[in-house]
């Protein structure tokens, strides 16, 4: 089993920065794709980024493309998501999600283990 707690949200306002880190502990933790989501209010989980198990390819949701950056630490088995130009829609909970496969994944159901998530606040 595969333990993900994620660190570093909290209230920012808008311009601003955050980073976000997702700690991996348990079984072996490599290979493994990894990826980070968010849910709104009222809203369904949505893909933000996602990351390869070597860091070698990356992927973005259009609508943090740009601003967020996603990398990984193996040495560490930490993942990072540094948010910048952060807007007030991006107000979320933040999710990160792994799984055991080679590739770079979108979809939710391509998840095997969840954290407990970290909310992103932003200010108008």
């Known amino acids: 089993q595969v333990q993900l707690v994620e660190s570093g949200g909290g209230l920012v306002q808008a311009g601003g920065s955050l980073r976000l880190s997702c700690a991996a502990s348990g079984r072996p933790f490599s290979p493994s794709a990894m990826g980070w989501f968010r849910q709104a209010p009222g809203k369904e989980r949505e893909f933000a980024a996602a990351i390869t198990w070597n860091g070698g390819s990356t992927d973005y949701a259009d609508s943090v493309k740009g601003r967020f950056t996603i990398s990984r630490d193996n040495a560490k088995n930490t993942i990072y998501l540094q948010m910048n130009s952060l807007k007030p829609e991006d107000t979320a909970v933040y999710y990160c999600?792994?799984?055991?496969?080679?590739?770079?994944?979108?979809?939710?159901?391509?998840?095997?283990?969840w954290g407990q998530g970290t909310q992103v606040t932003v200010s108008s």
């Open positions: 999600a792994a799984q055991r496969k080679y590739g770079i994944y979108r979809l939710r159901v391509d998840y095997d283990y």
